[in-house]
């Protein structure tokens, strides 16, 4: 439950489309980039995108590419690399192709980052709500502590946890060294195409449970010891035996 929180608070996180939208629509029909508009449109929306880092403390930088190549950013410590172009990259290409919604990247190091690490990037096209006219794009730059909360709900030893996406590869793992891996083929073929259940091993030595995310791909899947849970209980109910005693 607390991901599926973290993963909506991203979201809504994302500063209000008409509220930049009323920035972008002066570049509508620009080629060339003034850099004192270009300066003012910065202070303008500045309260905005630093009030969405502060209160989502994950959040790398928010960033806005017009459709004539210029942009703002707003970065943690870090910004866009200079004279970066979004345009032929994968990430921008299927924003565009979204049509509006949001599209959730892949986690990597984005070489186009300064001081970049793994991270994981949100964004959404935007428009003119009048005339459906495209006004640029809008990025959130993530940390993988936007997955902090899901290491607290895991019983150590006991528990093995991974979000993956539709392609069964980990975006994150309770011990944050399987990243960029895939699912094993015999578990992936059994959680893919459904979206929740549970089962055990063929050895019966592990359950294990899975959940897709209501609104994309993902899956949380947790691998539990059954053994382990069994000699926890044990030894849990000779406390509790021990004390009433």
Known sequence: TLVYQQ???????LPSQDTVATELKKYLYSTEVDQYEL????KSLMFLCQNVMYNYNYINGVYIFMPNGSYV???????L?????PFDDKWYKKTIEKNGQLYIGDVNVKDFIYNARNSIAFSRALYDVDTREFLGVLMLDCSLDIFAGLDNVIIPDITNIYLIN???EI???DTKDKIGRYLSSDILEKVL????????????????????FPSNNWKLVAF????????EFAATGKLIIFIAG
């Open 224 to 231: 539990i010891s059954i053994n382990e849970l069994n000699r």
């Open 193 to 212: 195409d459904v979206n929740e259940g549970s089962f055990t091993s063929d050895t019966g030595d592990f359950l294990t449970v899975f959940k897709s």
């Open 73 to 79: 950013s707003y970065g943690r410590g870090t910004d």
């Open 81 to 85: 690399k200079l004279d970066y172009k």
């Open 39 to 42: 300066f003012q449109t910065r």
């Open 7 to 13: 993963y909506s608070a991203v979201t809504n996180a």
């Open 171 to 173: 975006l994150f793992d």
């Open 166 to 168: 539709g392609k069964g």
